[in-house]
């Protein structure tokens, strides 16, 4: 399973995952989970800290905080979510067993829709929301 967001995005995704952890958590079987979230600024990466933890407490998920405007002493990915999706590409596993759920503004939208397509990611495995 892989999410993928920016801005308001962060709500409906947020919930997938915490619905997806609780249900591992009920002896149902674990998904491998990449949450690809985009910021401007690290003022504006909201929950950082708590998926922080969550990706410590769950050896399934992994958590990929992306800023666009990061200032120099930002350690973490930079640029866009959708461009560190296609750096982590092959670490994710084969792409039919992939699920994608985005959820955030049009052009990331599109950007990411377009480069899944491009790796021969199924519709039916693309599940979005634009908030624009």
């Avoid at 708590?50 to 973490?76: E, I, M, T």
């Avoid at 955030?104 to 377009?114: E, F, H």
Wanted: glycine share 8%; aromatic share 14%; net charge negative.
């Amino acid at each position: 399973m892989v999410l993928i967001g920016a801005g308001s995005g962060m709500a409906p995704l947020k919930a997938l995952l915490e619905e997806q952890l609780a249900d591992a958590m009920k002896d149902k079987p674990r998904r491998t989970i990449h949450f690809f979230y985009g910021a401007r600024t690290e003022n504006d990466l909201i929950y950082v800290d708590y998926f922080y933890q969550l990706a410590k407490d769950h050896p399934n998920f992994f958590y990929y905080p992306v800023l666009s405007r990061a200032h120099d002493g930002w350690l973490g990915a930079t640029g866009y979510a959708q461009h560190v999706l296609a750096l982590n590409w092959k670490t994710m596993g084969p792409v039919n067993q992939l699920e994608f759920y985005l959820c955030g503004p049009k052009g990331l939208m599109d950007d990411t829709i377009k480069y899944l397509k491009e790796q021969g990611v199924d519709n039916s495995s693309i599940a979005f929301d634009v908030f624009s």
